[in-house]
């Protein structure tokens, strides 16, 4: 049987190992998923180019072709979080400072407003409250603990 849990344990490392030269740059998520697929987000500092998903692809490649985890088929993707996905890791947010956000706390209730801090406890939220016609009548700031809400997405505006 397959220990899918190891196998992501063994490849955080291997990635981290791999960026440990490359302060820039940092691991974000890694799942593993009992089809054989793997999908592991990178990003970096200045963001991540395509040529660095590529050089952890194959360095991650050469192990899973050599010890062979998950057997000789597996899909492997390696590429950034992308603008969809949820922010996980502290960098991501200090990244983000000044980006309009959507967090969603665990009673369900959604925020929006402007990123405008971040540590290793809270962020600060600028939500900008707004009347029927979308005039802004009002700020509020917002500190929000890291175990109070579920996910942060980046908001995209058109």
Do not use: W
Not at 20 to 44: A, N
Not at 71 to 97: A, C, D, H, T, W
């Amino acid at each position: 049987m397959i220990d899918f849990q190891n196998i992501k344990e063994q490849l955080q490392s291997l990635v981290n190992e791999k960026l440990q030269s490359e302060p820039e740059y940092f691991l974000v998520d890694i799942k593993v998923s009992p089809g054989k697929k793997i999908e592991v987000y990178i990003d970096g500092d200045d963001g991540i180019k395509i040529e660095k998903c590529a050089e952890i692809s194959r360095y991650l490649e050469a192990y899973l072709d050599t010890e062979q985890p998950l057997g000789e088929k597996y899909v492997l993707e390696v590429s950034s979080p992308g603008m969809s996905n949820p922010l996980k890791v502290l960098r991501q947010y200090k990244r983000r400072i000044g980006r309009e956000v959507e967090v969603t706390l665990k009673s369900g209730k959604k925020l929006e407003g402007f990123l405008r801090d971040a540590d290793d406890q809270k962020i600060i939220l600028e939500e900008i409250l707004k009347d029927k016609k979308e005039k802004e009548i009002d700020r509020k700031m917002h500190e929000i603990l890291f175990d109070d809400f579920k996910s942060t997405k980046l908001k995209l505006n058109f």
